[in-house]
């Protein structure tokens, strides 16, 4: 293998084991409306067939940074006993193209009159990972790693769990997304290079103020192994049953502020705006969400009851 090849496919390999040893999940400022991202058990739960399409652009400006985009869509099913999904995400970091097709299946239980209830979800499908090495900077152009491409490219299977509890103004999940540590790359040189299990909980809860403001405070927090404990912290307002203002902290990491505002009890865009905390903000400091969101609704009753999540 060219040298200098070699060296640049290892920095690159390395810059990636770290990226995504901390955001294999992909980076989500939205986790508050759209849980199903991240946990199986959330499908169904918006009474809907819900459709949701997600662009996110982190570190903008800095060539190579993470871009995600992510079509989600699900339903309940069999009076509202069972919800299915599916999960399409396509996160791009340097010469990596990652693209998620997952397929998530819920078993809701009714636990009382107020219609809360405690899903159990599981997730199956698959990464298809592809790394474009001809995008790095080579002296040679015809070093066959470069060429066939082949040794950084490949398909993996994987599963995810998740647990799901919530009412008309409460939530909390507890998920693992991904269960199997499947290799990242074939080549002996990057053995290490593997998915690593993250455990997700996510909570939020609403709080009535008066007629016509409403209070929701929410947090993130993720665990995985070897890595610092990441905490996130939401806090919301809505005004009128219309828009919604809140403010971020990812701690260490980021701090930001995010807006949503219904159209109609179906329709509902957002944008969220993040800036870098950390080091990354001396070089590309403020990353950008935008969130579209649509549910068709099937019943009045749904219609007439206002969605916090």
Partial sequence: MNKNLKIAVIITMTFLSITLSAQQEVQNSFYMFNSSILNPAYAGSRDALSVVVDARSQWTGWKGA???NSFIMHTPLMNESIGVGLNVVNDVIGPTNKTALFGD???RLRLNKNNDRLCFGLRAGADLIRNNLSSLSVNDAADPLVINNTN???NTFNTGA??????????????APKIIPNKLSKDVNFADSKQVLHYY?????VI???SLWDLKPGCAIKYTQNAPLSIDGNLSVLFNEKIWFGVMYRHGSAAGAN?????TKQLRVGYAYDYSINNMGR????SHEVILGFDFLSNQKALKSPRYF
């Fill in 283 to 286: 070089y590309s400091p403020s």
């Fill in 201 to 205: 909980l996510i909570a939020g809860y």
């Fill in 259 to 263: 807006i949503v505002y219904n159209f």
């Fill in 152 to 154: 950084f490219n490949t």
């Fill in 208 to 210: 009535k103020l008066n």
């Fill in 105 to 107: 299946f819920a078993y």
């Fill in 66 to 68: 993470p871009k995600t």
């Fill in 162 to 175: 998740g647990v799901y509890y919530y009412g008309q103004r409460f939530f909390v999940g507890l998920t």
